[in-house]
């Protein structure tokens, strides 16, 4: 997402929660969040994940549907997260040696099923776009893939990932004369 629909959002997350008369830390508490992270969201300061970013809108009592309605992106992308491997946040946990972890997301699964899959990608596999009742969070074990939403194509190399809506009509590609191998995590909403 550029950086005009994440001010966008801000901005609709604070104007939601001032005209429920909500304050930080009530929605903070709502949400299962940090008040601080909360703050830094409305001014613009850090982006949540997909995740919590619902949680905070589910928190305020809205749709998402009519939470994202007027957010407009200059260009018409998808929104989409993609991180590419370089851009993974290196940090350690305990006292630990040998153990190298790599942050790529943090997300916040509440009331969600998680549907882990490994997808391998014959070269010149097609099908057409489909959607999917799921945010999906792609890791490109090896080989290369290009998703298409629409239009648009991007270019995931080995350990790049990505994090999209799954109603926004999407489909992989490979382009390539190897196989490739992805990790799909589907974060499916309980609707109940």
Do not use: C, W
């Amino acid at each position: 997402m550029e950086d005009d629909v994440l001010i966008q959002i801000s901005n609709r997350i604070k104007d939601k929660r001032r005209e429920k008369n909500i304050t930080v830390q009530e929605l903070a508490s709502r949400a299962n969040v940090s008040k601080g992270l909360i703050s830094q969201i409305e001014n613009s300061r850090t982006i949540p994940s997909l995740i919590v970013l619902i949680d905070i809108i589910k928190a305020l009592e809205i749709d998402l549907n009519v939470f994202f309605k007027d957010i407009n992106h200059a260009d018409h992308k998808p929104p989409l997260i993609i991180r590419r491997k370089a851009d993974y946040h290196h940090f350690e946990k305990e006292h630990a040696e040998g153990f190298h972890y790599q942050r790529i997301f943090t997300q916040s699964i509440k009331k969600s099923t998680v549907d882990i899959v490994i997808l391998e990608l014959e070269p010149n596999a097609h099908r057409p776009q489909v959607q999917t009742e799921a945010f999906e969070y792609k890791y490109i074990l090896s080989g290369e893939v290009v998703y298409q939403f629409d239009e648009e194509n991007y270019t995931l190399a080995e350990g790049d990932s990505m994090l999209f809506d799954g109603r926004v009509p999407h489909t992989p590609k490979n382009n390539g004369k190897e196989k490739a191998i992805m990790l799909v995590i589907y974060f499916f909403e309980d609707q109940s």
